[in-house]
């Protein structure tokens, strides 16, 4: 690979992950601040309210760090991805297009109204813009997804003089693979929503402070944790993986370590692939697994990377990797929420400081789980931009030199570093002042 | 038809861009000049705090729309003028951070950090926007493949800085018009002297980048002469200008309106002279210009996405009143 392809790819992949750390929060947390102001605007309680505006500073900044780290995401695909713009822009425009008229129209005018409008609207109109806002957040992920959906597996298009046009809106809106892919990727943001929020319940009750706000926390996150940590794995993930199946069988021969077709293909729990030798290392599998998983039957047969030319293969380390550490990780949060929604039926969740502990030291996890994912579903892409039709080596910009996409890379990574830093120590300021703190340290409009 | 249909969406969504976003960054350049305390800075970011997003998605939309309808010259524009985008990006990304987080700690130092970087970006932004509408009109060294390679020096050209300054001037005065309408007492004075003060330099640059253009693009007229309805375009400017005089000081709606007005004249005025190009060709380059027949989309793509612009923008029109209903009135009364 030459250099400006190698540059292009990895600051694509730095500014795109890094930028998916805020909107996985926001997409759940929206949803979840809906669901505290439906609460309160139902009568069940003033600490629903109070629980509502604290998580709406969280919220806040969130929000913030997303849309900022969002604008060089679209722009990207001009500056340093110029043959994929003009062969896909005809198609992947459209949904561009529309999360921009459709979603950050909604949002962007909502949010304000939100976070400091509820002096200024009547109640009804400030729940509505909680809705929308969290709405707005679901779309905009909708739009996004599409759009990937479409670089997996495109329908809905023809080519014509060598770029591909849209012939039905309908159906790339109603891509089959987006089915699964969409439900999967709102549930992972849940996942994550949930955990932050009953984890930060915990820390408080942990340090012993604000009992009352902090167990409508724990509560809320746990109960709404257990409900989406059970639907990433069924139906949305176990579907989702089906549809890599049929759809995209390099990549699923790279998730799953299968370096040679076979029937009654095994389920590889853990294991180390090495591509070189084509053997999966010091494995623990479960016989027939992957067959039934795939397709259902035990004794279905499994395409392996061996069947695959050279060419076409995605690198397979990488794509096994993220995509065992995301279903690990995702096994083990189902596990956390069971066992703490469990002890808040039995009643003793509150006074268990080992549960609390672990909902505190699960927060990260989950970001790490839906980056994986990530990870799994592009990496496992290559060697195709768009699959089957574009290969990545054949989309980026041929008058932007690897040097100049190192240069801004590097500015990137200096930015970035100061948006985490800073995005921290309001995160931590917003949480030690707590939801008794009177709004903004300072009002504003 | 539908070529055409796309070039007055896209150049509507640009002229919105500049008019509503544009008060914001106008609003960011004399930041440090009439807000003195923190106090009065902490006025005006609110003066703009509930709207400045949804002024930016314009820009974002008509990205969006310029891939759908475009590609070809997406592709070209912003790859071509690859650094000068980049500095775009961290420009609009420090001032989200500013604008956002400014307020949420009560520390002298960490707001005057933040006042700086909103000031000095809103100003940077201003220029490299100016400077970019210069270049686009002068033209760029494309290749045979519609391809170039923008460099500082190439895009540096007396035509451009003049555009950047236009643009600073500009919108400055747009943002004072603004702060005019929504601050009171001592703001209100400071805005309102403001005004007065950028006046004769707004009239001086346009009347020099206009005299300008008439030697970088004497083509330009082309259009005007073949259709006089044109110039209705510039004519709104003449008149928003003229009027400014009166209206500065004494009825803030209508000196916002006209400074909006010779703002959206500008750009109008460019894109009709533009029409149907969309990145002229500098003289003796190997290829032809970027035009909206050679870049666009197939037809069915274009029609599909007008489709989905029509009705999405029924939702943005009812959005927008909605909001800008909630946060009327003056800043101190919120």
Known sequence: MDTSLIAARVQFAFTVMFHYLFPVLTMGLGVLIAVLKTLEFAGKGREYGEAARFWARIFAITFAAGVVTGIPMEFQFGTNWARFSKFAGPVVGQTLFMEGVFAFFAESSFIGVFLFGESRVRPVLHWLSAV?????AILSGFFIVATDAWMQHPVGYQIVNGRAELTSLWALLNNPYAWW???????????????????????????????????????????????????ALF???????????????????????????QPEAPLAIIGMPDSERGVLLDPIVLPGVLSFLAYGSTSATVLGLNEIPPDD??????????????????????????????????GWLYGSRVVLWMLMLAMPFPYIANEAGWMTAEIGRQPWIVYGLLRTTAATSTNVSGGMTIFTLLGFMGLYLLIGILYLVLFLRIVNAGPGASGHMEAHA | MIHTIWFLVLSLMLVGYAVLDGFDL??????????????????????????????????????????????????????????????????LILRGL????????????????????????????????????????????????????????????????????L??????????????????????????????????????????????SFVVRPEFTANFLAAPLLLVVPALGVFSLAALPWLVGRDDSRAFLASAGVIASLLGSAAAGLYPRLLPALPGSPGPALDIYNTAAPEGSMRIALGIYLFGMVFVAIYLRRVYRIWRGKVAAY
């Open chain 2, 26 to 91: 106008g609003v960011g350049a004399l930041h440090l000049l009439i807000g003195r305390t923190r106090e009065d800075r902490r006025h005006l970011m609110e003066a703009i705090g509930p709207v400045w997003n949804g002024n930016e998605v314009w820009l974002l939309a008509a990205g969006g729309a310029m891939v759908v309808a475009f590609p070809s010259l997406y592709a070209s524009s912003f790859s071509g003028f690859y650094l000068a985008l980049m500095l775009v990006i961290w420009l």
């Open chain 1, 181 to 231: 892919q969409y439900p999967h990727v709102v549930v992972g943001s849940l996942v994550t929503a949930s955990m932050v929020m009953a984890g930060i319940g915990a820390y408080n009750l942990l340090s012993q402070r604000d009992e009352a706000h902090s167990r409508l926390f724990v509560r809320v996150g746990v109960i709404a944790g257990v409900l989406s940590s059970l639907l």
């Open chain 2, 167 to 212: 643009a600073v001037v500009t919108l400055a005065h747009h943002g004072a018009s603004w702060l005019a309408l929504k601050t009171s007492g001592a703001l209100r004075d400071r805005a309102r002297a403001w005004q007065r003060r950028l006046m004769p330099a707004t009239v001086i640059v346009v009347v020099s980048l206009v005299a300008a």
């Open chain 1, 132 to 136: 929308m806002v969290g709405a707005g």
């Open chain 1, 235 to 261: 139906p949305t993930g176990t579907y989702l993986a089906q549809n890599v199946a049929t759809r995209q069988p390099a990549k699923q021969a790279a998730m799953e370590g299968v370096f040679v077709t």
């Open chain 2, 98 to 165: 500013a604008l956002e987080f400014r307020h949420q700690i009560a520390n002298p130092l960490w707001q005057d950090a933040w006042d700086v970087t909103f000031s000095l970006s809103s100003v940077g932004l201003a220029l490299l926007f100016g400077v970019a509408v210069g270049n686009v009109l002068r033209g760029v060294p494309l290749d045979a493949d519609g391809r170039f390679s923008g460099s500082f020096a190439l895009m540096l050209n007396p035509f451009a800085i003049l555009g950047g300054l």
């Open chain 1, 313 to 346: 293969r995605p690198p397979m380390e990488l794509v096994y990797y993220a995509f065992h550490i995301m279903v690990g990780l995702g096994t083990i949060f189902i596990a956390i929420f069971l066992l703490a929604g469990f002890a808040l039926w039995r």
